[in-house]
């Protein structure tokens, strides 16, 4: 800011010398008026202002006055320091994250299921009860005894009778009634007979009626396959060949129908063959007249035993089976 108290100020330009009527005293020059130094110092003041407020202001303090305010030049501000140029880092290179698969799940095994071991299963043999045998000579009645009763189950009987004459065999119950005509035959005999398979009765008496001398023995059912009446695993199959001699019991399993040739070369009179499943089954139902005689017949699924009687005039007819 200019200093107008301490700088020279340059005379007036000389006016030409005009006569006036009455010329003014000469007196103080008008900036050396106390107005004019007012006027200054506002002047100065409202230039500090619009320095301060900005060139606008300035330009309107001046307008007013009508005077030519100096300014002080603007002062050149420094250019702004220039600064480094941002260091270009090179861009990262984005690369595919990991594709994170789950790791499968451990297969989970059930634990071995530890069972006990069964027990061992205990099975108590199952005794047959003893074969009854009666022997005797003549007629006669055998009455049994409790222990003999319980072995007088389905089954089978061997007879033998050495007489002349008839050979009767006869069942009786407790009450004394006749439950099984069992044999009635004329002279000697041996041969095998099945016995109460198709009845539930219980024997208390065995009535004899004989001329020479018997034997009757009851086998139980249990006894079979231990006994030379048993054909075989194999049972009643095709190929089959049986050879017997009068009356005679056959054990074995028929696993299907099968066709049986039967043949007799002596048989003079009845001829019976019957299939026990455990019903009986009547197959052969025949009188032979002793020149032979020959048929066939299918035995039936399931059979378990067969039952053979033929008889010539010694009751000792020759048959033979066979399975086709």
């Known amino acids: 800011m200019t200093d107008f108290s301490d700088t020279p100020t340059p005379p ?30 506002v002047v100065v003041l409202v230039i500090i202002a ?50 994170v698969t789950e790791a499968p799940a451990p297969e989970t095994t059930e634990a071995p299921t530890t069972t006990e071991a069964p027990a061992p299963t205990t099975t108590t043999a199952v005794i047959p009860p003893d074969p009854v045998v009666l022997a005797g000579s003549g007629t006669q009645v055998v009455t049994l005894d409790d222990d003999s009763r319980e072995s007088f189950v389905a089954g089978w009987v061997d007879i033998t009778h050495n007489g002349s004459s008839n050979f009767i065999v ?16 004329i002279g000697p005999y041996e041969g095998s007979k099945p016995w109460n398979l198709s009845e539930e009765y219980v024997i208390k008496f065995v009535e004899v009626d004989a001329d020479g001398d018997w034997t009757i023995e009851f086998f139980p059912l249990e006894f079979a ?11 009643f199959t095709s190929g089959l060949e049986l050879t017997g001699e009068g009356d005679d019991v056959l054990f074995g399993i028929a696993p299907g129908a099968v066709v049986m040739d039967f043949v007799c070369t002596d048989c003079d009179s009845n001829i019976f063959v019957n299939a026990w499943a455990p019903r009986r089954d009547n197959l052969v139902n025949e009188i032979g ?35 086709q």
């Open 50 to 99: 619009g320095i301060a407020g900005g060139g606008s202001d300035t330009e309107e303090a001046a307008g007013t006055t009508g005077a030519p305010v100096e300014t002080e030049a603007p002062v050149a501000s420094e250019a702004p320091a220039a600064t480094e140029a941002p260091v270009v880092t090179e861009v990262p290179v984005v690369t595919e994250a990991p594709v």
């Open 289 to 323: 007249d002793g020149t032979g005689f020959q048929t066939s017949v299918v035995i039936p699924e399931g059979t378990l035993m067969l039952e053979v009687a033929v008889h010539d005039k010694n009751a000792r007819g020759t048959w033979t089976i066979s399975l």
């Open 12 to 41: 007036p330009p000389s006016s030409p010398a005009v006569e006036t009527a009455d010329a003014p005293e000469p007196g103080k020059v008008w900036w050396k008026k106390p107005w004019a130094i007012v006027a200054a110092v």
């Open 225 to 235: 396959i231990a006994s030379d009446k048993y054909i075989g695993d194999s049972g």
């Open 170 to 185: 006869t069942l009786l119950d407790a009450s004394g009634e006749r439950v099984d005509g069992l044999m009635n035959e």
